[in-house]
């Protein structure tokens, strides 16, 4: 059995919570002057610059934002279904318990967002940067993640299962307690990456860098780690060790 790290709080609130965008029937909004709790789905924000602004409990979905600078927003709550984000700016953006699901977010930027609760399952993160992301609960199942930038990010008790993360970069980044069953990580930069109770079942971690990586109680049952560079990782007390990888590691210790 493994080890699941609770969430906090706040996280759980967000998550037991419907997002306000969705679930209400909001106002209509006006284009030109944005404001918390309407609709705006009929606006096109291509390259608009809503920096700053408070757009809490919006509706988007499939809405025009690419290249939008929404820098240090608030989207709270917002919902964004199958919108278009390609090299939008999110930098430092408050998304807590949104739904991004199936958004493409082709090479946005998000670096410092809070993205506690919020849903972007599906979403197309195709080198998109995610680093310092505060990401506690979220849903990240079914995302395409390739070559992602994601260092330093807090991400206890997320989920990833089926991510395709070819590449992805996670240099130190906390994962304790995540789901990330049959996840793609081959060639991906796991370096001091703490994966501490987290189920890593049927992942796949090819030629991935893992020095000082931590996987204690981690669930590695069918997990590919051929070719990976593992020494100087911690697998403690991990459950279901492939064969292969006990091997590595006796070679790697001699």
């Known amino acids: 059995v493994l080890t699941r790290l609770p969430l906090a709080a706040g996280v759980a609130a967000l998550l037991l919570a419907s997002s306000a965008a969705s679930s209400e029937a909001l106002p209509r909004g006006d284009c030109a002057a944005p404001r918390p709790a309407t ?4 606006c096109d924000f291509q390259g608009a610059n809503l920096a700053g602004l408070d757009l809490s409990g919006v509706r988007l979905d499939n809405a025009k934002l690419e290249n939008a600078n ?8 917002a919902s ?64 395409y993640m390739k070559d992602l930038l994601m260092e330093e990010a807090h991400l206890p008790d ?3 299962e ?10 130190g980044s ?10 793609v990580l081959t060639g991906a930069a796991l370096e001091q990456t703490d994966f501490s109770g987290a189920d890593l079942t049927g992942s796949l971690l090819n030629g991935a860098h893992l020095e000082g990586a931590v996987f204690h109680r981690a669930g590695l049952a069918e997990t590919r780690f051929t070719n990976a560079v593992v020494g100087g990782a ?7 060790m492939p064969a292969h990888l006990a091997d590595m590691l006796s070679k790697a210790r001699n």
């Not at 609709?39 to 009929?42: F, G, S, T």
């Not at 199936?102 to 197309?124: C, E, P, V």
């Open 39 to 42: 609709d705006l789905v009929h």
């Open 70 to 77: 929404l820098a240090g927003c608030n989207l709270a709550r």
């Open 80 to 143: 964004a279904v199958g919108s278009n984000l390609k090299w939008a700016n999110l930098t430092g953006s408050d998304l807590r318990g949104g739904d991004l699901s199936k958004a493409d977010l082709f090479h946005a930027s998000l670096d410092r967002a809070r993205l506690d609760g919020a849903n972007l399952s599906g979403a197309n993160l195709f080198g998109a940067n995610l680093n310092e992301v505060h990401a506690e609960g979220a849903d990240f199942s079914h995302a």
């Open 158 to 160: 997320s989920r990833f």
């Open 162 to 171: 089926r991510c395709f993360m070819l590449r992805a970069v996670l240099i």
């Open 174 to 183: 906390r994962l304790m307690g995540a789901s990330m069953r049959q996840v």
């Open 234 to 240: 911690d697998f403690t007390d991990a459950v279901d």
